[in-house]
Nanobody
Framework: QVQLVESGGGLVQAGGSLRLSCAAS????????MGWFRQAPGKESEFVAA????????MYADSVKGRFTISRDNAENTVYLQMSSLKPEDTAVYYC???????????????WGQGTQVTVSS
């Protein structure tokens, strides 16, 4: 089992920045990839970004490319999502996920955090 705990969400004005954190514990060696997804009210879950624990390879959704940066601290078993130039349409609950393969598909991830709310006001 892998436990994931997100933090760092909140309310920010458009154009502002936030940094989300996802602390992983448990059998973290069983998961080689970490991803961030988000879900806005009334919308389906959407891939945001993902990274590999070992190589640091990253991938991003087109909607956040150039504005969001995913990074990881292997020593701390923590993954970060630095969000800049935030827009009202970025408002959502953001979820951290752990899986065996780097992927933008949620079905590839086995473990999920409880989510953290990000609200961007216009």
């Amino acid at each position: 089992q892998v436990q994931l705990v997100e933090s760092g969400g909140g309310l920010v004005q458009a154009g502002g920045s936030l940094r989300l954190s996802c602390a992983a514990s448990g059998r973290t060696f069983s998961s080689s990839a970490m991803g961030w997804f988000r879900q806005a009210p009334g919308k389906e879950s959407e891939f945001v970004a993902a990274t590999s624990w070992s190589s640091g390879v990253t991938m991003y959704a087109d909607s956040v490319k150039g504005r969001f940066t995913i990074s990881r601290d292997n020593a701390e078993n923590t993954v970060y999502l630095q969000m800049s130039s935030l827009k009202p349409e970025d408002t959502a609950v953001y979820y951290c996920a752990a899986g065996g393969l780097l992927s933008r598909f949620r079905t590839r991830y086995d473990y999920w955090g409880q989510g953290t709310q990000v609200t961007v006001s216009s």
